[in-house]
Nanobody, 122 residues
Framework: QVQLVESGGGLVQPGGSLKLSCAASGFRLDQYNVGWFRQAPGKEREGVSLINHDGSITLYSDSVKGRFTISRDDSGTTVYLQMNSLKPADTAVYFC???????????????WGQGTQVIVSS
């Protein structure tokens, strides 16, 4: 009934770009702050980026700052993560999630998508 679905992942060469989407159904995504997280094999889940309910405030981890851009559309249904200058270290499953709070701490987030795989390799 209510869910988040990530899409846009895939295989890309180093230096390339991907745009991930986080789409909500059954509720308005603009009622929540939305974060992107990623988890690579053998590594802890890492907070990547966060956008507030109306898109006026954003936050990025140091590892992606300057390369990734988070945004949301005016429909209130979708949040995006534009990923440029991709590196092999960006390879991970990427998740979006919602929170009423603020910060890139997983425990703050109540609703999670199932993830989309990003592989950066030549």
């Amino acid at each position: 009934q209510v869910q988040l679905v990530e899409s846009g992942g895939g295989l890309v060469q180093p230096g390339g770009s991907l745009k991930l989407s986080c789409a909500a159904s059954g509720f308005r995504l603009d009622q929540y702050n939305v974060g992107w997280f990623r988890q690579a094999p053998g590594k802890e889940r890492e907070g990547v980026s966060l956008i507030n309910h109306d898109g006026s405030i954003t936050l990025y981890s140091d590892s992606v700052k300057g390369r990734f851009t988070i945004s949301r559309d005016d429909s209130g249904t979708t949040v995006y993560l534009q990923m440029n200058s991709l590196k092999p270290a960006d390879t991970a499953v990427y998740f979006c999630a919602t929170t009423r709070g603020w910060g890139l701490v997983s425990s703050l987030y109540k609703n999670w998508g199932q993830g989309t795989q990003v592989i950066v390799s030549s």
